[in-house]
């Protein structure tokens, strides 16, 4: 079982990349 994790609604056009990035990050580290 696995969980799809989506960008696509609630980030806004603004949104800082790194932070975009770290949250990335974040999600394939979980387990």
Known sequence: PGH???LG???PPNAKLECI???VKTVREFK
């Open 4 to 6: 799809i994790f989506n």
């Open 9 to 11: 609604h609630g980030v």
């Open 21 to 23: 990035e770290s949250l």
